[in-house]
């Protein structure tokens, strides 16, 4: 069981916490990766696998084996760090990085919190970058994370995904966009 010492939290503003059972749960997630596609944005980066487009009406597989963690573990280390009473998670997706792809500069709409969860991070160098527009739009945060680690942060938060630049490295993120509802 994980316990509150484990969550690190990086100027005031990126909570780290490691899943306990990231080891047991990794293949069998991986496994379950098999809708997605090639993303190009506008600006032409690339996402060579992601469920991000896809309509999904049903929870997927992936998700269900994911969410039984978050519930078990996440949620309420969450509800303590935040003093929240309920909060849902709106959308979930997986973005699954090659060789030379990235994702660019943005934020995420129609949630208050974000969570990307590392499931596979070989080069933890490529973690995903933030910047605090509120704070200086120029300086990103200083901030550490390895493969298992899962990152929260409000959802205007800056974030971007540098260049992969290893040919063999492939890196995997769950995107979890959170609403709160309602604090204590
Ligand atoms: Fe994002």
Known sequence: MSNFDDVKIYENSIVRFPLPNHKEIKNDILDNLTM???????????????????????????????????????????????????????????????????????????????????????????????????????EKINYEAEEGDIIFTNALMLHQSPVISNRHERKTIISLNYNIMESN
């Open 36 to 138: 997605g596609e090639l993303l190009v944005s506008p600006n032409g980066n690339e996402v060579m696998k992601t469920d991000f487009h896809l309509k999904k009406k049903e929870k997927s597989k992936w998700f269900e084996i994911l969410e039984k963690s978050l519930i078990r573990y996440l949620h309420p280390q969450l509800t303590k760090i935040l003093n929240v009473r309920e909060f849902t998670i709106q959308k979930a997706w997986y973005q699954q990085y090659g060789f030379k792809n990235s994702h660019e500069w943005h934020w995420h709409g129609d949630c208050n919190m974000i969570a990307i969860y590392f499931l596979e991070l070989p080069y933890p160098e490529h973690r995903t970058q933030f910047i605090n527009k509120f704070k200086d739009p120029r």
